[in-house]
């Protein structure tokens, strides 16, 4: 991958606004699959009408060609399509020559593009105390299933407002833990907080991170009986309560409770608190209450993060299937695309993490109704790309 494009990853941006960053800077970056003799159409202005498109609520590769070819010629000029010096004519690419070229996309070098240029959209400043949330958590393309190829399954790397930083593809015949570390080699992991599933409890990911310079949050399962164990049986009963929280939303009412405990001989890398959090849910239907109990474990020391910012933190990863996975797949249809050539379906998940961070960045909430608003002003997807003054 080029070192050019890693350093705009890890570069930090001064100007949070939008106009400030021009997503040609990071595409320019990311290698053209073509032959020399072959490139009509220059590498960035395609992949920046692909995601012009999809900003606007394209979800299929007709969708993005249709909106190319009905897009005004002042737009396919902003884009970075060239006018034809006799006729005046901007020439937009047929339909088939962009999918041929999104299908032959490197994969890692697009995210880490997509990646670069969403932190660069803001300013990256929080309070709380240094620490950053990142959430890693992976999804299935299931549409791209064929009979001789399993579907396409991703782990990315994310903050807790739905911006995606990273995304790896898992290899087939495998499963996301080999896929955690390169995910992550691309970030600048200093005062960051990963959460993950339990699935990512492992001890190489623990050492990995603090060599990194980064803290955690892990979930502790039977996947490792003996620290279940050791954390479950701590004298919870007589540890004082560390947060409250009491929410009433989708028709049910949820209290939870967080308690921490300083544990000095935990069998896990720098791990120096197990936490145990506590859910009641009562539907307001049915009345129906269920508890469910969570045990962590974090490398933070006491008095590093309060019981807020912790709680904050496990809510804000549980919460990432509704800001990302669940708009993937309701808004955009994702898993009911029948997208399977090449890398297509990785390189249309990419796109849409696109859309869905930017349009999380510019305040909307509802991701639908932002596509809606989008589409009908070809200037507002340009703008939010930075390529209109």
């Known amino acids: 991958m080029p070192a050019a494009l ?20 990071y595409l320019a970056l990311v290698p053209d699959p073509r032959d020399r003799r072959g490139r009509l159409y220059p590498l960035a202005p395609m992949l920046s ?3 012009a498109s999809v900003l606007a609520g394209a979800r299929s590769l007709t969708a993005i060609g249709e909106w190319i070819a009905d897009a005004p010629c002042w737009t396919l000029r902003a884009l970075g399509f060239a006018p034809d010096p006799l006729t005046g004519r901007v020439l937009v690419p047929h339909p088939a020559t962009v999918r041929r070229l999104l299908a032959r996309l490197d994969g890692d070098a697009l995210d880490q593009a997509i990646g670069a240029f969403l932190s660069a959209r803001t300013s990256g400043t929080t309070d709380t105390g240094g620490l950053r949330p990142i959430a890693v958590d992976g999804k299935t393309v299931r549409g791209s299933r064929t009979p001789t190829r399993s579907a396409t399954a991703l782990l990315a790397a994310m903050t807790h407002g739905g911006d995606v930083l990273a995304q790896c593809q898992v290899a087939d015949k495998s499963n996301e833990i ?5 995910l992550l080699d691309t970030l600048d992991l200093t005062g960051a907080v990963i959460t993950a599933d339990a699935l990512h409890t492992q001890h190489a990911h623990g050492s990995y991170l603090r060599e990194r310079g980064a803290h955690y949050i892990a979930v502790v399962k039977r996947n490792h009986p003996g620290l279940s164990d ?20 989708h028709h049910r009412t949820e209290i939870r409770r967080l308690k921490t405990a300083a544990f000095a001989h935990i069998d896990y890398p720098d791990a120096a608190q197990a936490l145990q959090v506590v859910r009641w849910r009562r539907d307001l239907g049915t009345g129906k209450l269920s508890i469910e109990r969570v045990y962590l474990i974090t490398s933070l020391e006491p008095g590093q993060a309060t019981g807020a910012q912790l709680a904050a933190w496990i809510r804000g990863h549980w919460g990432i299937e509704n800001l990302l996975r669940h708009v993937r797949d309701r808004t955009f249809h994702e898993d009911d695309s029948k997208i399977r050539t090449s890398h297509l379906p990785r390189t249309m998940a990419s796109l849409r993490n696109l859309a869905i961070g930017i349009h999380r960045q510019d305040g909307h909430t509802n991701i639908a109704a932002a596509l809606r608003h989008t589409a009908r002003d070809p200037r507002r997807p340009l703008t939010a790309l930075g390529l209109t003054g």
């Open 6 to 25: 890693d350093h705009l990853a890890r570069a930090e941006s001064a100007a949070p606004v939008a106009e400030a960053v021009d997503l040609h800077h």
């Open 49 to 51: 009408a692909a995601a």
């Open 178 to 182: 080999p896929t955690f570390a390169p």
């Open 230 to 249: 050791r954390i479950r049986r701590l004298p919870w009963r007589e540890i004082a309560l560390d947060h409250y929280d009491r929410t009433r939303a």
